[in-house]
């Protein structure tokens, strides 16, 4: 196989994997709005990274990392320490700049997609 011939394919990878992730995060907001919660935001950045969705239901917001691999749990173990922080410092990024703030109640979910679409939401996962 050729440089380039490999370079194709990685480029091929890249793409179908970025497919699969965008396709993820959309199964997954159906998902939460079917049981009653608004989106308010699709891959917000804040001062710690991008959070993947944000929602509120009532007065709770709820932030919400999108897990997508061959199965529930290759998805939920590539969510590492460091991204957890990163996660958490976002999110209290988000929070200090609603009326209440750090009152704001809130949570942290992650949502692990398999290959299948089947969407797992572990509520208050990181909390």
């Known amino acids: 196989m050729s ?3 490999t370079d194709n ?3 091929a990878r890249g793409e ?3 497919h699969f992730g965008l396709s993820a995060e959309e199964s997954v907001a159906r998902n939460y709005e079917r049981r009653g919660y608004a989106l308010l935001e699709r891959r ?3 001062a710690g990274g991008e959070i993947d969705l944000i929602f509120q239901r009532g007065e709770d917001i709820v932030f919400v990392e999108v897990k997508a691999s061959k199965t529930h749990g290759r998805a939920g173990a590539s969510l590492g320490a460091r991204q957890q922080a990163r996660l958490c410092v976002s999110a209290e990024d988000y ?3 609603l009326p ?3 009152l704001t109640p809130m949570r942290i979910d992650v949502a ?3 290959g299948a679409g089947e969407v797992a939401c ?3 996962a990181l909390m």
């Open 3 to 5: 440089e380039e011939d």
């Open 100 to 102: 209440k703030g750090l």
């Open 16 to 18: 179908r994997a970025y």
């Open 44 to 46: 917000w950045r804040g």
């Open 122 to 124: 572990l509520e208050n």
């Open 95 to 97: 929070i200090g700049r």
């Open 112 to 114: 692990l997609v398999n």
């Open 9 to 11: 394919s990685r480029r």
